[in-house]
């Protein structure tokens, strides 16, 4: 059954990356997918924000940041669990009007987000799932993840999910707030909390870098 393609349209008002998070117990990795402009505009018959999911590829050929306004079609995602966009699949994608260079010397940074790589290479650290919400939406150093949690490593049908918000930006932002440490399930009622994680990832940075 073919899935039909929504229409969309407008502002784009910040450009994220597109991590996928994999966790089991006190191990996890990444899949750098893309990335998601959020858009501010029309949604087929609707007028509202939404998030589209754009891979590298199309990234790298449209350069699209905050300030744009673009257009294009996508399907609706297979999955709600393991995206945090609404549309994937995108097509028809063109840059209507290109926006001001919206770089801002101080958060939350706008601007044209960095090659995966470059993420990669930063590392992040967690952030307080609020202090996402409330400031750091647009920013191209915040990052809202799918996470998927292998509960049984002998048994990895057992699975949950759950969204986790981190910062790929300068560690003297002054916006940053860590939150709660996350605990991990495990079996037989197991779990494990980190703390010293986020530290490591990102300790080989400079307070402004």
């Given at each position: ?5 929504i ?50 590829a ?53 601007g ?28 191209i ?16 049908s ?10 790929y ?41």
């Amino acid at each position: 059954m073919l899935t039909s393609k929504i229409a969309f349209s407008g502002l784009v008002v910040g450009v994220q990356p597109r991590i996928r998070l994999t966790r089991s117990f006190d191990q996890r990795s990444h899949t750098y997918q893309g990335y998601i402009p959020h858009i501010d505009g029309n949604v087929g018959d609707e007028r509202r924000t939404v998030l589209v999911a754009i891979g590298e590829a199309a990234q790298e050929k449209h350069q699209i940041r905050a300030g744009d306004r673009v257009r294009g079609e996508g399907v609706p995602v297979a999955d709600p669990e393991t995206e945090i966009a609404e549309l994937y699949k995108v097509s028809k994608l063109v840059v209507i009007e290109r926006g001001v260079d919206a770089t801002m010397p101080s958060p939350p940074w706008l601007g044209l987000p960095p090659a995966l790589d470059v993420y990669r290479a930063r590392g992040h650290r967690r952030l307080d799932a609020r202090t996402f919400a409330d400031k750091c939406t647009t920013c191209i150093w915040g990052c809202r993840m799918p996470v998927e949690m292998i509960i049984d490593q002998w048994n990895p049908s057992r699975k949950r999910y759950r969204e986790e918000t981190f910062c790929y930006g300068p560690l003297a932002c002054s916006l940053y707030k860590t939150g709660p440490t996350r605990k991990v399930p495990g079996r037989k009622g197991m779990s494990w909390e980190e703390d010293w994680v986020d530290e490591d990832a990102v300790r080989h940075r400079r307070p402004d870098d």
